[in-house]
């Protein structure tokens, strides 16, 4: 029978923290359990991005930037980021 440790965090097997993971723009970024965004605004913090520079599809489908804060994410999704970059 197989045991699970506690290291700290929820979710340990084997005294290794279970990470969770969001697909950003084609790359798998993982989380700790208590670390990882629960909203797109969330995300877009913890990639230094502004959301007013920011256009983003979760899953297909486009997310206007004012519901960026409402947009609850769950493990798993796959979400692209375009970011606005003025120049001439």
């Known amino acids: 029978m197989r045991r699970h440790s506690f290291c700290g965090v929820p979710f340990c ?4 923290a279970i990470m969770k993971s969001l ?16 909203t797109l ?5 913890i990639l230094d991005l502004e959301a007013a520079v ?6 297909g489908a486009i997310v206007r ?4 804060a ?4 769950t ?3 796959s979400i692209e980021l375009v ?4 120049g001439g």
């Not at 723009?25 to 990882?36: C, I, L, S, Y």
């Not at 930037?65 to 960026?68: G, L, R």
């Open 83 to 86: 970011r606005f970059v003025g």
């Open 41 to 45: 605004s969330g995300l877009l913090k």
């Open 65 to 68: 930037p004012e519901d960026f």
């Open 13 to 16: 097997f084997l005294g290794r």
């Open 70 to 73: 409402q947009t609850e994410l």
């Open 23 to 38: 697909n950003v723009n084609g790359v798998e970024r993982e989380f700790a359990p208590d670390e990882m965004p629960t």
């Open 54 to 59: 920011a256009v983003a599809e979760i899953d």
């Open 75 to 77: 493990e798993g999704q």
